[in-house]
Each structure stands twice: as structure tokens, then as C-alpha cells.
């Protein structure tokens, strides 16, 4: 049986709690876990919301878009 070359990551906003997820190769998120190379190098194909799901996988620390930018705008204001 073979094996899937893609699957799934999700991460969580730490702000409002929703759940993303993002379908991935494997083996470009292997060389991003074990640190080879940034997620902007990897996935450069990928939109910048995609790449920061998949940071938000590996750290832990994912903001959605939306609370994203209420941080951002309370902080300029």
C-alpha cells in the first residue's frame, strides 16, 4: 500500500480559538521541522496565509488573519 506524499497540519489562533488547517508535503514540512531551511524558502509556492499556518504548526503561535489585524489596529490606535 502506498504511502501519501501530503496530508494535513492545523493549528489553533491563540487569540480566538478557531482551528486552520493546511494540506502540505511531507517531506519540504520534515526539512521545516528539523530547522533546513524557513517556511518562506520551502513553501514558496504557498500564500503568505498558508506559510503561517504552517509556522503556527511548528511553533505552537498562530494568530488568524482576523485577530491579526485587531492586534494590529489597537496597537496603532
Given amino acids: 500500500?502506498?504511502?501519501?506524499?501530503?496530508?494535513?497540519?492545523?493549528?489553533?489562533?491563540?487569540?480566538c480559538g478557531d482551528s486552520v488547517q493546511?494540506?502540505?508535503d511531507w517531506?519540504?514540512?520534515?526539512r521545516y521541522l528539523l530547522g533546513e531551511q524557513t517556511v518562506q524558502v520551502l513553501f514558496y509556492?504557498?500564500?503568505?496565509a498558508e506559510?503561517?499556518?504552517?509556522?503556527?504548526?511548528?511553533?505552537?503561535?498562530y494568530l488568524c488573519e482576523t485577530c491579526w489585524d485587531l492586534i494590529i489596529n489597537e496597537e496603532r490606535q
Avoid at 500500500?1 to 487569540?15: A, N, Q, Y
Avoid at 517531506?27 to 520534515?30: D, E, I, M, R
Avoid at 509556492?45 to 503568505?48: G, I, L, N, S, V
Fill in 22 to 24: 493546511v494540506t502540505v
Fill in 51 to 61: 506559510r503561517d499556518i504552517i509556522a503556527g504548526f511548528r511553533s505552537s503561535t
Fill in 45 to 48: 509556492d504557498r500564500a503568505p
Fill in 27 to 30: 517531506v519540504p514540512l520534515a
Fill in 1 to 15: 500500500m502506498p504511502m501519501d506524499d501530503h496530508g494535513s497540519v492545523r493549528t489553533v489562533c491563540v487569540e
